[in-house]
């Protein structure tokens, strides 16, 4: 058996519902049929790390026999941080033989495209890794997980050290997830002033592109491979079309991200982050 698509999409009350099509193998594998499986859902903040178990009322895994079914489930999870994307995978486990268990691709909210959207995705791919992307690691910073026992006051509810080797600044042990091997390309840089009162600042302001994977969003860091400059990413803007000549209601699921034009920050050595390794 095989997954045959996976797709998540948003509730009216603010919930994840996940669906998931279970379809034989080819070939055929005789008497392998969805009724011989159980389905766990697992979930994440981050698109390759932590993924989790979704766990019922009594704190076990939530299972689905797929010879009772159905092949879907509402997670019961409102989502209070629209800009944090949650990402979902189905464990397949055969019921004869669990240890040959398998995951589905990984899926989230606004996947759904088709092929015009597909073939502009591939072209921004290819322009990034062939022709003027650099390579860099991006590291997607933490917001939610274990707080920094050094620098986190639990009686002030915030940070109480500039400079922390545990969590670089987050107040999240560790701070960020591991990096990520990404393509981006970076635009020219200009001075941009400021006029303060008794004084004018002036700084830089750069520039990046990249893809539509992974989705990054304010406050994560680019290390460049080359010159192993760091940046923080201040603003996303992305490049999001509808999915086009479709009768009915087109529900948001069916906007798909081409692309992320990003405004960026240097990092200088004295700062926190900087000392995230590439």
Known sequence: MIFSEVEVVKTLDNKFFISWDFL???PPIDGDTVDNYVFNIYWSKHPTEEFAPILDLDGYPVEIDGAVGPLSYTHDFKQFE????????ILAIPKAYPEDEFYSSTVFVNMKYNGIHDTMRHAEYILYNMYHGNPCKLYKRKNS????????SPERQQIVLSHCSVCNGTGFVSGYYAPMDVQISFGSSHKISVPQKNWENVFLANEARMSNYPIVRPKDIIVTLDESKRYVIVKVDITKLPKLSEPGIILSRYNYIVSQILSIDEIVSSDSEYNLLS
């Open 82 to 89: 629209f800009n944090v994307d949650h990402y979902y995978k």
């Open 24 to 26: 034989p193998s080819v």
């Open 145 to 152: 997980g274990t707080r920094c026992p050094t620098c986190w």
